[in-house]
């Protein structure tokens, strides 16, 4: 399937791997206004390096790491793009109640660190999506090189547009992907639909915790033109709109701040490690952690989990 998301082409579903719960469906309509599809345009445009693949394979040489023998473990400073690296991805994992039969999809893969995450430590099916291509060209490439391709795959796709059939997936989550998508009732509307009844969704964004000018640039945006933070009440009433109940939410404020100044301190000592995620958002990676870390302090921003059943 072919769609298009400003001037990139979106490849659905003609590859040769295929997880039988995630078939996409090239009969999904795809059109959107104008303007959202121009939003879209302008965040993968944000994340999109050149040459990424590369740059990571020439930073994990620096880091004395064998290509040939990657770890999901020797990915993860580059390929968790998120507040708390794996460990974050650890603590949600443990609350989706997660075993070998699940059949996930993770909304903004990224370049799959969770994805592959979730494939080694619980045996799931996933299926990634992102809007960007570059992300999904090096998420299907990396994956390869872990040989987990017979459980993980990766489309390029829009959230606002999941190329999937109905009850299609037992599980969802979206990690640092709400941030970049202003309409959340659509958002939360696509992902009840592609989930099975009583499937759950699990997310971990950054949210507005009080009022107050927010500090750009920021990882997943360098104006305020791609930044859509909103706050958990917003989250909640789009969920429950979308046919969600929410289950859990808990505020990870303490842990991001520790985990950031920690990063934050090793980067004065050191400079930056050889594998960060400076290789995805490339030199203002430390004005952009510093203005979350100082929102954070300043109690503007919070990250927090939810969790919500589709009812
Ligand atoms: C900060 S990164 C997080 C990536 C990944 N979830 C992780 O935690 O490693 C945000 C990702 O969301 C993707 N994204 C933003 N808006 C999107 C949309 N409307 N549809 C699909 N992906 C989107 C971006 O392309 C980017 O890869």
Known sequence: MQTGVGSSTIVGSNDSTKLECAEANPTLPVIREMKIVSTEARVAGHYTRG??????????????????????????PVDEFHVGGIEATKDLAAQMDLGPESCLLDVGCGIGGPAR???????????????????????????????????VEFHQASAL??????????????????????????????????????GLLAIFDIMRAARGPLRFPVPWALTEETSFVAEVSEYGDALEAAGFRVTHQRGR???????????????????????????LVGEAAKPMLNNVLVMMEEGILDPVEL????V
Do not use: W
């Not at 990571?56 to 290509?67: E, T, V």
């Not at 960007?132 to 017979?150: G, P, W």
């Open 253 to 279: 404020r303490a842990f991001a701040v520790e985990f950031i100044a920690r990063n934050m301190a090793r980067m004065a000592q050191g400079g930056p490690p050889a594998l960060g995620i400076h290789l």
């Open 51 to 76: 040459g990424l693949e590369q740059t990571i394979l020439q930073a994990m040489a620096k880091a004395g790491k064998d290509a040939a023998r990657l770890t999901v473990e020797d990915l993860a």
């Open 117 to 151: 995450y979730f494939a080694t430590e619980h045996g799931c099916k996933v299926t990634g999506i992102d809007l960007t291509e570059e992300f999904v060209l090096v998420a299907k490439s990396l994956t390869r090189r872990l040989n987990l391709d017979r459980l």
């Open 307 to 310: 969790c919500a059943v589709a």
């Open 161 to 198: 547009a999941l190329p999937f059939g109905p009850s299609t997936f037992d599980r969802a989550y979206m990690i640092h992907v709400g941030m970049n998508i202003a309409d959340k009732a659509t958002l939360f509307g696509q992902m009840h639909r592609v989930l099975k009844p009583g």
